[in-house]
């Protein structure tokens, strides 16, 4: 074999790679000789991954329902990371906030396009069947949603709407008390919190409190008000704040709220989620009014907030 300059030249870095930790080289390039070729399938898990669905009835439709969820739950965490590489920057500027936003609005895009597989994708008779075998569990008890939210805004923008004034400089603990989706998770008959919520909190409450105390200064609203002060021009980040805004807390939710209607809706009496909540009242965005970014909406925008889709999803 004719040893050209690259070679050499590849072989002397290795050396030295080596060499730095007291290795010997030619023992790793024996390894090298008996090493396996890398398959698409190891690489990726794939056994793993697609073992991952134990439907608990026989109903043929469950395996739609958990796959969906679990692809959910995958692009939450490509969601996430993102919002990591955002708040964790150690010299962020307006244009990496925007391009690493613009890849979480094109990941909401994307699950807010697909829901039709939840809403269409499954037989009615098939789903109130085999849901009675997930009581409680729910979608509720999404803990990367919940992370997701966190870091999008001031935590003090999650809590419920007529406790904000009061708990404004009050401790994280006390403020996640009065977080919004508590109340979405009463019984309806009694007000207590429902089993869903009591076992969602124990998993989940400490890090949520952790994650909000982490992100008192670099959550996406506290950076967008840090890099207007450095006086970043930050149009165009407003612009996709403005877009996630909508897409997390008016598209999504109903987009997903609409699956709600087309399983749980029987008139006159809706069915029982599996929560227990009073889903028709606590779903729809504009009753729950989230906004993570206010400042950037005008009030008549405020008021109005997911008002036009609901009407079109109900009526529709
Ligand atoms: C047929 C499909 C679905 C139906 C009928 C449905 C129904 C519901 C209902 C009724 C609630 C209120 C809480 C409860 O009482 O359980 C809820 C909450 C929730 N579900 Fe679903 N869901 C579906 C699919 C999904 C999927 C695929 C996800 C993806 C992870 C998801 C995530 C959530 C989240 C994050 C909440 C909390 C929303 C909030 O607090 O505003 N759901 N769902």
């Given amino acids: 074999m004719h040893i050209t300059p690259e070679i050499e030249e590849r072989l002397q870095r290795l050396q030295d790679k080596y060499e730095a930790m007291g290795q010997d080289m030619t023992s790793y390039l024996d390894g090298l000789l008996h090493a396996d070729f890398l398959t698409y399938w190891d690489y990726i898990h794939l056994d793993t991954l697609l073992s991952l669905q134990s439907p608990k009835t026989p109903f043929p439709d469950e395996e739609i329902f958990i796959i969906y969820h679990q692809i959910t739950e995958l692009y939450f965490k490509l969601v996430l990371h ?55 569990a729910s979608g509720f008890q999404s803990g990367q949603y919940r992370m997701i939210e966190i870091y999008a805004t001031d935590f003090i923008n999650l809590v419920a709407k007529d406790k904000r004034e009061e708990l404004r400089n009050a401790p994280m603990a006390d403020q996640f008390e009065y977080i919004y989706w508590k109340f979405g998770a009463t019984e309806l008959s009694t007000g207590k919190k429902t089993l869903t919520l009591k076992q969602f909190e124990k998993k989940y409450a400490k890090t949520f409190i952790e994650l909000g105390e982490a992100c008192v200064a670099n959550n996406f609203n506290a950076l967008l008000s840090q890099l207007k002060t450095w006086g970043e021009d930050t149009g165009g980040l407003e612009d996709e704040l403005r877009r996630f805004d909508v897409l ?7 987009a997903h709220y609409k699956s709600a209607v087309r399983y749980l809706n029987r008139e006159p ?26 400042s950037l909406w005008t009030p008549e925008q405020v008021e109005n907030w997911g008002k036009a889709w609901v009407d079109e999803v109900l009526n529709g």
């Fill in 82 to 136: 993102e919002c990591r590489q955002i708040a964790n920057h150690a010299t962020l500027n307006a244009a990496f906030f925007t391009s690493r936003l613009k890849r979480i609005n094109s990941y909401f895009e994307a699950l807010t396009q697909s829901f039709g597989i939840m809403v269409d994708g499954m037989e009615k008779e098939q789903f109130l069947q085999f849901r009675m075998s997930l009581l409680p």
């Fill in 248 to 254: 997390v807390n008016v598209n999504w939710p109903l």
């Fill in 269 to 294: 009496e809706e069915i029982k989620a599996t929560g227990g909540t009073n889903w028709q009242k606590y779903l729809p965005p504009r009753f729950q009014k989230r906004i993570f970014y206010p």
